[in-house]
Every structure is written in structure tokens, then in C-alpha cells.
């Protein structure tokens, strides 16, 4: 029996507490002393007390009353009841349906009251244990489905963090490198506290591949406001000899035998940021492969302003299949737009395909409509599980002759003198096995400008697509002098802060001289 364990005795009697102290403090307790079971309420929850030996008959109350309340505020503080006059069935059967978890009556050997002692707290130990135990796994349970779910290395990071405080009920830090090799920790101060990210360096030299548990001083890991007079324990996790170890930090007085909670959450984290910079590697190549198909630079063109932004998804979500293109043939302005079907490395690969093979066939002297044509009858052979949308047109900058074909895509949108319209040609988008409508034929006005976007622009969640269109309208229906501003603008005003699909937008104006 751990020596520490401190015992309340609550008894009216001076002679009979004296006797009970007595074998109780031989036995190696700490003994505390109550006369009244008001005494002994006002103590409980307040002292540190492992186990209470309360006599039946108080002044004030029963001790079956005390014992009661004892077990609402407290069910697992172990209650003995002690009785010095004689008790019959009725006595004891209450004593314990009341909550007691033993009762002895005179006359009482110390050996009896010791033994029983040692008996019930040897049980509650186990149990508080086991509590603690379950608790920590459910906390574990919900922090690795919270840290596999987070949206960015950040969120990542504040999620962990704030798990592990939670689970251990102390200040925590959570420490991993990015995929760009950057050293971050997240750091809780405590259960309940905000969590915060901040840059740290850490000296992984020696730390193995696998799960280590080292207790060092927090001298070394002053990222939060530990604990005085404790050491701190640190969990390492190295899934492998080419990666940064992840480290989980607690402080040391929070762990049991063996640290099982703390190794299984350093590895979990450790999963969801090899996960995480998995992704954050596939990212990268895909948005460095879209800009580097995407034109290179937009053709100055007399009688023509032209203006473009592109805004890949924001690094939390997959890039997309959106692209542009700008160039000139044989006197005429070929503009394209188009959106791949997805959102992965895949789909940007496709969107290369299809770019090359538009401009290929637009190379080639064909009309809008019969680029649109070849282009499908090619994905239909070649990509027969891909579908995508494009509108194409031809400009011929001196006259403003439009010729416009869509496949499926999002109508373009004409400005002039604060009056905006939308170019509708209905079309089957690509992939799909359809007649297509005649090209569309029209002259653009002198000093009207055309919206061209991709739907990252104007789709939410929250919104119809006709709610979308409508505030695309709104916003676009006074276009600045410059350009480039103008497009800014409808990014700013229209897409959400967190870009969660690819915006492409193209805007085309016609001079009036």
C-alpha cells in the first residue's frame, strides 16, 4: 500500500479518533482529523484525501447522510464506516446501499481497519486508473480524427496541440517540419486554452527511427509556461530515416507507466503530417505544373486592353483543372477558358492535354465550333472517362467581329456604359456524345468589355449558381480604367478568402478609338 495515502477520520469521540489515528498513522497514512460531519464536507474536495473512515452517529449528521454526499461530489473517494454501538442488518445494509464501501463495527482490530483500508484503496486506485485510462483514450480517439482532418500544416498543429493539453490536462507542445522544411510548434498553455503556432528549432541529432520517450528538463522546450518544479517528458516519432521526428511534450508529473497515450498520440500526429506533407508535395508540383502550361505572358494587341488573374486553390484544398489562353493567329485573338472535371494532380495533367490540342487545332485554321469538335472527339478517345468545359472565341481587334462556341461552360459577360449582360450559347460540355449549336456571331461594342471566369469565382456553398451570376453582374457592371484593377476587384469582392477551387478570370476590352 502506497505510504502516501492520506485518510479524513471523522468520529465525535476524542478517544475513539485517538485510537484510530494511532493505527492508521502506524500503518504508514497520513491522517486527518474531523469531529462533525459538517467538518468533514467543508474538508473534502479541499484537502488532498485518499480515503475517509466516518463514524455512523455525528452530532450534526448521520454519518449514512455525510457518506451520501460524499459520494455525489466524489464517487471515486472511497467512504469506511465505523460504528461503536451494536448495528443490526438494517444498519449495515444501509450503510452501504448509502454509498460505504465497507463497514466495520466494535469491536474493531487494528488490523481489521488497516487491512480494510489498504482493501478499498488498492480497488479505487485501479479504478481511478482505469478512468484516467479511458478518458485519455477517448481524447485520443477524437484528437487523431481532429488532426487527420485538419485543413493545413497550421490547423494541424493548433489541433494537436490543443488535443494533447486537453488529454493530459496540462500545458502541451506539438512540434513538426513542413514539407519546405520549416521547424514549427504548436503550443497550448492548457485544457481549454487557445492554441498558437510559433516558429522552433529542434536538435534532431540521435533521435531514431520509431517511437522514443525521454524526460528532460523544460529549460530546453521553454515554448510555454511549464509547471514548477517538474521535468518535462517528450515523445518522439520518426517514421522514417529521410523525415524530421515529430515531438509531443508534456509535463512529466501528467504520465503514467509506460506513457501508452502519449507515444500512440505522438505517432498518430506523426501520420496525419506525413499525410499532410504528402499532400502539400502533390500541391506544389500540380500548381507549378498549371503555371507553367498557363501563357507566360498576356499579347499586346492594338485596339485590345486585356487583363488576367489566376488564384490556384488555396494549399489546404487540391488544385483544379482551370486554364487560359491568349495568343495571336493570323490577325485574330484566339482567347480560351476551360475547367477539367476534379480537383487533383490528374486533373491538371488533363487540362495540359486538352490546352495543347485546342491551340493545336486553332493552329490549324479551324472556327471555334470545330476546334470544340476535334478537341471532343479526341477526349472521347483518348479520355474517355474526363469531362471539361471551354468556351472559345475568335477576335479580330480592328472590326470587334466575336465568333464564340461554349462547351458547357459559364456565359461570358459583356459590360458597356454600367449595363452588363450575359452571352448565352448553350452547349454539351466536352466528354460528352451530343450535337453542338452553330458558333455564335456578334460585334463588340467600342469600349464594352467581356468577362471571362471559371466557376471558383462565383460558386459557394451557401449560394444557387443564379445568386453567383447575379453578384458576378453587380460587382462587374462598373469596370475601372485599369484593367488589371478591375480583375483584382472581382477576385477580391467575389471569391471567398479561403479559395477553395481553382479562379481563373480573363477580361477583354475593346478601344473606341
Not at 88 to 98: E, I, S, V
Not at 133 to 140: F, N, Y
Not at 470 to 492: G, K, N, P, Y
Request: with cysteine; charged share 20%; aromatic share 4%.
Amino acid at each position: 500500500m502506497d505510504g502516501a495515502a492520506t485518510v479524513l477520520v471523522v468520529d465525535d469521540s476524542r478517544t475513539k479518533r485517538y485510537l484510530l489515528v494511532n493505527w492508521l498513522t502506524r500503518a504508514g497514512f497520513t491522517v486527518l482529523e474531523a469531529e462533525t460531519g459538517g467538518e468533514a464536507l467543508s474538508r473534502v474536495g479541499v484537502d488532498p484525501i485518499d480515503l475517509v473512515v466516518l463514524d455512523v452517529r455525528l452530532p450534526d449528521l448521520s454519518g449514512f447522510e455525510v457518506c451520501e454526499r460524499i459520494k455525489s461530489a466524489h464517487p471515486a473517494l472511497p467512504v469506511i464506516h465505523v460504528s461503536a454501538h451494536a448495528i443490526d442488518t438494517n444498519d449495515r445494509t444501509q450503510g452501504l446501499t448509502r454509498g460505504a464501501d465497507a463497514y466495520l463495527a466494535e469491536p474493531i482490530e487494528p488490523e481489521e481497519l488497516v487491512a480494510t483500508a489498504q482493501s478499498v484503496l488498492r480497488y479505487y486506485q485501479a479504478r481511478r486508473r482505469a478512468e484516467l485510462l479511458a478518458e485519455r483514450l477517448t481524447g485520443l480517439a477524437d484528437t487523431t480524427v481532429a488532426v487527420h482532418a485538419a485543413p493545413s500544416f497550421t490547423k494541424l498543429l493548433q489541433v494537436a496541440a490543443a488535443g494533447a493539453a486537453e488529454i493530459f490536462k496540462s500545458p502541451a507542445a506539438v512540434i513538426a517540419e513542413t514539407f519546405d522544411g520549416d521547424c514549427l510548434a504548436g503550443v497550448c498553455a492548457g485544457p481549454g486554452a487557445g492554441p498558437r503556432v510559433v516558429p522552433w528549432i529542434v536538435d534532431d541529432t540521435g533521435v531514431p527511427t520509431g517511437a522514443t520517450v525521454v524526460v528532460q528538463e523544460p529549460d530546453g522546450w521553454s515554448l510555454v509556461d511549464w509547471p514548477a518544479g517538474d521535468t518535462v517528458t517528450v515523445a518522439a516519432a520518426r517514421l522514417r530515416e529521410d523525415r524530421a521526428p515529430l515531438y509531443v511534450v508534456v509535463p512529466t508529473a501528467t504520465q503514467t507507466a509506460r506513457t501508452p497515450v502519449l507515444v500512440q498520440l505522438a505517432q498518430a500526429v506523426a501520420s496525419a503530417v506525413e499525410a499532410q506533407r504528402s499532400f502539400d508535395e502533390e500541391h506544389r508540383i500540380a500548381v507549378t505544373l498549371q503555371r507553367s502550361l498557363l501563357p507566360r505572358k498576356i499579347p499586346r494587341i492594338t485596339g485590345l486592353d486585356l487583363a488576367v488573374r489566376y488564384e490556384p486553390a488555396s494549399a489546404q484544398t487540391e488544385v483544379g483543372g482551370d486554364f487560359y489562353e491568349l495568343v495571336m493567329l493570323d490577325g485574330h485573338l484566339l482567347l480560351a477558358i476551360g475547367d477539367v472535371a476534379g480537383h487533383s494532380l490528374h486533373a491538371a495533367t488533363i487540362m495540359a492535354e486538352l490546352r495543347h490540342a485546342l491551340r493545336a487545332y486553332a493552329v490549324e485554321g479551324h472556327q471555334p465550333g470545330e476546334i470544340l469538335h476535334r478537341v471532343n472527339e479526341l477526349m472521347r478517345t483518348l479520355l474517355p472517362d474526363e469531362l471539361a468545359t471551354i468556351c472559345v472565341l475568335l477576335v479580330e481587334p480592328t472590326t470587334g467581329h466575336v465568333r464564340l462556341a461554349s462547351a458547357g461552360h459559364l456565359p461570358p459577360l459583356i459590360v458597356q456604359d454600367g449595363k452588363a449582360e450575359y452571352v448565352q450559347h448553350a452547349a454539351p460540355l466536352l466528354g460528352v456524345r451530343a450535337p453542338r449549336p452553330a458558333d455564335l456571331e456578334f460585334v463588340l461594342p467600342a469600349g464594352a468589355t467581356m468577362v471571362f471566369y471559371t466557376d471558383g469565382l462565383i460558386e459557394r456553398r451557401d449560394a444557387t449558381i443564379d445568386e453567383g451570376l447575379t453578384a458576378l453582374s453587380a460587382c462587374a457592371s462598373q469596370v475601372d480604367d485599369d484593367l488589371d484593377r478591375f480583375c483584382e476587384r472581382l477576385l477580391v469582392e467575389l471569391a471567398p478568402d479561403e479559395i477553395q477551387d481553382d479562379v481563373a478570370v480573363v477580361a477583354l476590352r475593346r478601344g473606341v478609338g
